[in-house]
């Protein structure tokens, strides 16, 4: 028994001990991400759907090059044209498109979110009805599989909500 020790622990400093830690990864946090980033809350509601495509689950493949520059990687989908193209991080040829031909609505290849450049924020696919179908479609384009089963309460294109 000699060999082992015990180790006494004095609650006092091991509270404050991860009152430190907790500190110290906080601003560690801040220091990578800013005091402006956080969880950003996509909307449930947008008024530019009425230029969508009416065929979204015919789409093009998610490892389809830019339309434009042929870069492989950070394309957006236009959802009123299907037109693949590059990010605001490439070369900007869906934010020209969006400026171009007015068309408001992308999903990401990347992520697989959806953008409003008209409202400026990103759409819950899963939630907004007429977004569903290409979501999942260029889920299982990308993955092979279905997505997760989420239970949200749904917004039918009328404005009225479904539970599903």
């Not at 020790?5 to 091991?14: G, R, W």
């Not at 020209?96 to 999903?107: D, P």
């Not at 990401?108 to 008209?118: A, H, T």
Request: aromatic share 8%; charged share 25%.
């Amino acid at each position: 028994m000699a060999d082992k020790e015990k180790t006494v622990y004095d609650s006092s400093s091991s509270s404050r001990d991860q009152s430190k830690v907790q500190e110290e990864d906080d601003d560690y946090l801040m220091a990578i991400y800013g005091s402006e980033s956080g969880w950003v809350e996509a909307r449930t509601r947008c008024d530019h759907l009425d230029t969508l495509s009416s065929d979204l689950i015919h789409i093009p493949p998610p490892d389809t090059p830019c339309n434009r520059c042929e870069h492989p990687a950070e394309n957006w989908m236009c959802l009123s044209c299907k037109d693949v193209l590059c990010s605001r991080f490439i070369n900007k040829h869906m934010l020209e498109h969006y400026e171009q031909q007015n068309h408001s609505v992308a999903l990401s290849y990347s992520d697989l979110s959806v953008w409003c450049f008209s409202c400026n924020s990103y759409l819950d696919a899963q939630v907004i009805v007429p977004l569903r179908g290409v979501h999942e479609t260029a889920y299982i384009l990308k993955f092979g599989e279905a997505p997760p089963f989420r239970n949200v309460e749904c917004l039918q294109s009328d404005g009225s909500t479904s539970g599903h």
